[in-house]
């Protein structure tokens, strides 16, 4: 007796669980809209070279290239990408790497705020292509 309901309880209990895993995933959100990239304004650049410098060893030693700015982002702001090089506490420059900056009207005039600024385990460079944004 205690051996038919232990089978019909094991029975019931995969019966259940191989419905459970027939049910279909529950919807996740709803996918951004296309995004692209478009060659940042001379604006946009200095602002960029602004916020890399307050961040830099050698504030006069930082240099950009390849900054771009994502097209149909989020309304009141964009996020933007580029490459940037300064000099390292040894005087040498350490070569172009990658910074992320958001750029954003929050206080009535434009302004670049840094997310990232170089990358040696590659958050940068996801954070870029995740808004549309490639550069090499």
Same mark, same amino acid.
């Given at each position: 007796?205690?051996?038919?309901?232990?089978?019909?309880?094991?029975?019931?209990?995969?019966?259940?669980?191989?419905?459970?895993?027939?049910?279909?995933?529950?919807?996740?959100?709803?996918?951004?809209?296309?995004?692209?990239?478009?060659?940042?304004?001379?604006?946009?650049?200095?602002?960029?070279?602004?916020?890399?410098?307050?961040?830099?060893?050698?504030?006069?030693?930082?240099?950009?290239?390849?900054?771009k700015v994502a097209v149909h982002d989020k309304p009141g702001?964009?996020?933007?990408?580029?490459?940037?090089?300064?000099?390292?506490?040894?005087? #040498?420059?350490? #070569?172009?790497?990658?910074?992320?900056?958001?750029?954003?009207?929050?206080?009535?005039?434009?302004?670049a705020r840094l997310f990232y600024m170089g990358s040696r385990?590659?958050?940068?460079?996801?954070?870029?292509?995740?808004h549309g944004i490639y550069v090499r």
């Amino acid at each position: 007796m205690m051996y038919a309901i232990t089978k019909s309880l094991a029975i019931t209990c995969l019966s259940a669980l191989a419905i459970a895993g027939c049910a279909s995933p529950p919807p996740g959100p709803a996918p951004l809209p296309p995004v692209s990239d478009r060659p940042a304004s001379d604006q946009e650049v200095a602002l960029a070279l602004q916020a890399l410098k307050d961040g830099a060893k050698d504030p006069d030693s930082v240099q950009v290239r390849d900054v771009k700015v994502a097209v149909h982002d989020k309304p009141g702001g964009s996020h933007m990408c580029g490459m940037f090089n300064a000099k390292n506490s040894y005087g #040498g420059y350490v #070569g172009f790497e990658p910074f992320w900056a958001y750029l954003s009207m929050a206080s009535g005039a434009l302004e670049a705020r840094l997310f990232y600024m170089g990358s040696r385990d590659g958050r940068t460079w996801e954070s870029c292509r995740g808004h549309g944004i490639y550069v090499r």
